[in-house]
Each structure stands twice: as structure tokens, then as C-alpha cells.
């Protein structure tokens, strides 16, 4: 799909996000903070009367999203590598970068694995239906790749590719494939199992496969209309009423949450270079 069509569903907010900057704030943000991020933004408006407009989709997208409108007041991705990638073009001050929480990989099924995966290369078997994000604008796209790139052999990944049904647009989409059995694994965030416990189980990693902690870091953006509005609204996130919707949804609050989780320490944040033949799906 291209990147024109992807971004297709946010035009409406390119032309019509026209109050006044003292109460209204508008963040781009990568889908992997969804749910938490919906009900901070409600709490935030209910608490200051300041409106939160949230875009959603694919970090990658929706960080071009924000450079074609020319405007946005945030910019929340959903890992540090567009984060590094928005800091390196000037698009947010990085000075005003905040880290939230952390998050870490795991295979995800409908709830009761009914096909009893249990590894990743039971993503190889023949006949099941296999979903990633799309790598070339959605982080856990990347992450994904990251990972079968150094745990498959070349025999492995192609019988995993000729699993893999499609590339969905954002986090929301990838959670959404199980939810709906579109899919019947996907590799996405462990934190899926605690947006739809009643649809979703995660599958624990081994900790070998595990390449590097991934976080949610949240910057002012360059094209903001009200800098100090904008700070206001990271405080709040990062403060402990936003903390707390974070861990409804089990976030991990600090790297050595995730560490315990996964069982070891490991890298944190930083980028992955995804190989030009995965973008091509």
C-alpha cells in the first residue's frame, strides 16, 4: 500500500484542526500506545478542559503525517526509533524528549493458543496464517523483522514468509488480527494480552530472542502552536496520574521492569536498519 493511501484517513485532521492553541492540543502517535493514551488524553481534558486530538496510526506514517500538515503539537511514536529519526530532521525539540515506559516483544495469539505455538519457528509450520506490522513504517514492523532476522535460518524465514498473510498499518491493526482471527499469530507487544484479555495471550520470548527493550518516548514538536500547553500535557503523562493509566495497561515503568520480564538485562531503545527485501511485501 502506498504511503499516499496510508495516509488517506488523517486528511480530515490536516484541514480541519483550527482552535485556538490554549485549548486544544493535537499529537501524533504511534498506535502502540493506544488505549493508555485515549483514556490519559480523556482524563487530561476532564482535569485542565484542554481537548487532546490523538492521530494514530504507524509511527513512521504518521511522524510524515505531521511534517505534510506542517502542524501538530506532539510527537509520541511508538519506539525510539522514529523518535531518533524525527530528532535527526528537526522535527521536535530534543530537548523536551521524555521516555514514558517500557515495552517488549512477544508472540501473540487468540487467547487459549489454540494452535499451540509456543516458539517462534512454530511460526513455520505450514498452513498457519502469520501477520508482522509493516516494517517500513511501523516500529514493531521492525522489531519483528529485527528478531527473525537473527533467529531463523535463510529455510526458516522463507517457510515464515510463506506464512505470512499481510502487512497490518499500525499496532492497533496487528492486536486487531488476533482480536478478529485474521491472523493466527502475530509479533507484536506483549502488552496486547492487556488491551483485549478476553481475545488476546502473549507468548513470552525466550530472553535469548529478545533483542533490545523497546520504550515510548513522547517530544515537543517543532510545528506546535503552544510549546508551554504542550509541555504541560508531557508533565502530565509522565507524572503520576498519567503513569497510572500507563500501568492499568501493564506498561513496564522502568527498564528494569522490562529486564525482570524478560529475564536478563538488555539493550534499550536505539534503531534498526530493516533490510530493503522485507520492504517489499
Partial sequence: MSLAKLLMPFAAVIFSFTASAADRLLVYAGAASKPPTEEAAALYEQRTGVKVDVVFGGS???????????????????????????????????????????????INVYKGNPHGIRTLKDLTRPGLKVAIANPEGVCIGAYAVEILEHELSPDEKAAFRNNLANYTESCEKTATAISLKMADAVIGWGVFQHWDPDRIESIPLPKAQIPRVGYLPIAVSRFTRDRASA????????????????????????PEDAFAWVGEKKPVGGEYVVPADWLKK
Fill in 60 to 106: 513512521g506514517y504518521v511522524l510524515s503525517q505531521m511534517k505534510l500538515a506542517r502542524q501538530g503539537d506532539l510527537y509520541f511514536p511508538g519506539s525510539s526509533d522514529y523518535m531518533e529519526k524525527a530528532k535527526r530532521d528537526g522535527d521536535v525539540f530534543p530537548e523536551t524528549e521524555k521516555v514514558l515506559v517500557y515495552l517488549v516483544p512477544a
Fill in 231 to 254: 509541555q504541560r500535557f508531557i508533565d502530565f503523562l509522565t507524572g503520576p496520574d498519567g503513569q497510572a493509566v500507563f500501568a492499568k495497561y501493564r506498561y513496564f515503568a522502568t
